[in-house]
């Protein structure tokens, strides 16, 4: 067998792979190498990311081949397809785009029913009268063009100075584009476009109720765009100084029940309010009237960036001025919390040196928590320049404030410290569960840590008072004299011995030591000043041959009393006052003793005394 090799002078020959339809039909990036050639079925777009996704669109009929790097079109098919003498699309409904170059003819255009059915004009000019099926004649008179139907019902259009457009009687098959300040309706007509528009009075409406008047805008991108245009073109002047432009106006019934029900006609209408004066203003407000009575208008917005709005008659009942609510609920197991939206307040700052400015937000919102009970976090955040928010201020729903910078489950009242502008002077740090709050000051001068100051010379309250449970211990009134129901400052105010009975220990106590033992103990916390009255109740055990029973007051265990005796056998009071300076948490103790095996028993050992103001303080004389 004879085989002859014949070098192919071309590189990479077309060969015919199929036919391609939708985007995964193309051949992927990998496999597909130049002069792969297709036949397109359908309209399509190499979109499919997983083959040669070149992005390029096709016609159905087209045909495309590789050339490594994309898709080249070699021709169709077929594109027209003559029958007779007329030429027409392969592809039924396809248009034949010119682009800028213009359709000749000496013949004459055939159109569907004999007409054009549509057609888009920059400027369209008709040399000879029209003539349209169905009008009975056309001429041209000037510059007016007169299509008359019959004797009740034309148009005028003119192209005069005053450029409008007269119109009387119904316009059928014809849409309204655009009305402006010269081009307007005769005030006996109305707009019947395919009977799109009735007039009652002063005013045009759908003549189908209930159907929607749409403006369709396309394309607008960034552009502001009017959509409607309510304007007032009555020039101000300065015996009118205001010509505010007309107002939206909704209006609708609804049924009430009061009183067997009667029909309430709500009006609610939004519009502008101008100023006039050396600065003139412009505010956009919404109004609200039921029935005839007048309106209100509780929300108003200016130009200067204000918003306003009011509520009227609450008296002490409180009210929902806004609500910014987050209508999702939330759900388990999903999403356990649903945030409120929040308020932003945004700024800027110049940062020094050169650094430029920055911006400065502040936000304020509510955190729900979720648990076994809800409760909710109320919290104040800031973010400087774009950064992470961080929230400072935290108040809690049972009456906590957080200083924290963070949610977590210990809240303390204030702020860990509250400084001035030097941290040498006067701070207050706050207590924790381990340490008590602390008010401090470090400078080397005369100046108090704490002023409590009353400034109204005609006030009679307090100056300071400590409480307990709600309960006031102490106070300091205003002429400065200390009092309280609990604690009197025994350091600074003296007592005076009496048989008013202050402090007591009752239970009975008895011992058979013969040496001296403490059986009854009285712990003074805040201390005692002055004279006191001493008191207790001793008998011995045997009346018959008795044995003596000692007792005797002592502090901190030193002796400090008379040494008291009994024999009798029956209770006997003694009483000694003693003048001492008891420091703060100083102990009165009762010791006793008796010999001989018998037993010694005391009771009711207390303390007497009474406020002493009068007393003078130490002196020294030199």
């Not at 009771?603 to 005394?609: E, L, P």
């Amino acid at each position: 067998m004879l085989f002859i090799t014949v070098d192919s002078p071309i590189a990479k020959p077309l060969l015919f792979k199929g036919a391609i339809a939708i985007p995964s039909d193309f051949p992927t990036l990998i496999s597909v190498e130049s002069g792969w050639f297709y036949q397109i079925t359908a309209n399509v777009t190499d979109s499919d990311a997983t083959k040669t996704h070149t992005h390029q669109s096709f016609l159905a009929g087209e045909e495309i081949a590789w050339n490594g790097s994309a898709w080249v079109e070699m021709g169709s098919i077929a594109l027209l397809v003559r029958t007779g003498t007329v030429l027409s699309p392969a592809n039924t409904n396809d248009s034949m785009d010119l682009g800028s170059g213009s359709y000749l003819t000496t013949g004459s255009i055939g159109a569907t029913g004999s007409r054009v059915l549509k057609g888009w004009f920059t400027d369209l000019e008709v040399t000879n009268p029209i003539i349209t099926s169905g009008i009975a004649s056309g001429s041209v008179n000037g510059n007016t063009l007169l299509l008359k139907a019959n004797d009740t019902t034309f148009m005028t259009f003119t192209t005069g100075a005053s450029d409008t457009c007269s119109l009387s009687g119904d316009i059928t098959g014809v849409t309204q584009t655009a009305l402006d300040n010269s081009t307007k309706l005769a005030t006996t007509a109305y707009v019947d476009g395919g009977n799109f528009f009735s007039r009652g009075g002063t005013a045009v409406y759908p003549k189908t109720s209930g159907d929607v008047i749409t403006n369709y805008i396309n394309n607008i991108v960034t552009t502001p765009t009017d959509a409607i245009l309510i304007h007032n073109i009555t020039n101000a002047v300065v015996g009118v100084p205001v010509q505010i432009p007309g107002r939206i106006h909704y209006k609708a019934g609804v049924w009430n029940t009061t009183g067997g029900g009667s029909e309430d006609i709500w009006n609610i209408t939004a519009g502008c309010i101008l100023t006039s004066g050396l600065t003139t203003g412009a505010s956009y407000r919404l109004g609200f009237g039921l029935n005839t009575v007048a309106y209100t208008y509780p929300f108003e917005f200016f130009n200067t960036g204000l918003f306003s709005t009011s509520k009227t008659a609450l008296a002490a009942t409180s009210s929902d001025g806004i609500l910014l609510q987050n209508t999702t609920a939330a759900v388990s197991p999903g999403t356990l919390v649903e945030m409120s939206p929040r308020i932003r307040m945004r700024g800027s700052a110049y940062v020094t040196p050169a650094v430029g400015s920055q911006f400065v937000d502040c936000i304020s919102e509510l955190l729900p928590i979720s648990g076994a009970t809800a409760s909710g976090i109320y919290r104040i955040g800031f973010s400087i320049n774009g950064g992470a928010y961080t929230y400072p201020y935290q108040f809690r729903h049972d009456g906590y404030l957080s200083g924290l910078t963070s949610v977590t489950t210990t809240f303390i009242a204030l702020a860990s410290y509250m400084t001035g502008a030097d941290s040498s002077y006067t701070w207050f740090q706050m207590g924790t569960n381990t340490a008590s709050a602390n008010l401090s000051r470090n400078t080397a001068n005369a100046y108090s840590t704490l002023v409590i100051n009353n400034l109204n010379a005609g006030s009679t309250g307090r100056i300071l008072e400590c409480q307990a449970v709600s309960v006031t211990q102490t106070f300091i009134d205003r002429n400065g004299k200390i009092a309280g129901i609990g604690l009197n400052l025994p350091n600074i105010v003296n007592k005076v011995a009496s048989a008013n009975i202050r402090n007591s220990h009752n239970a009975e106590a008895t011992s058979t030591s013969a040496t001296y033992v403490k059986v009854k103990t009285i712990t003074l916390p805040y201390g005692l000043l002055g004279s006191q009255r001493f008191i207790f109740e001793i008998k011995t055990s045997d009346a018959v041959t008795p044995e003596t029973a000692y007792g005797q007051i002592r502090r901190n265990g030193v002796a400090l009393g008379t040494e008291q005796s009994d024999v009798t056998g029956a209770y006997v009071s003694k009483s000694e006052d003693i003048t001492q300076t008891w420091n703060p948490n100083d102990t009165a103790e009762l010791w006793i003793k008796i010999g001989n095996g018998d037993t010694v028993s005391v009771q009711n050992f207390s303390i007497g005394y009474d406020d002493a103001p009068t007393v003078a303080v130490t002196s020294v004389n030199s």
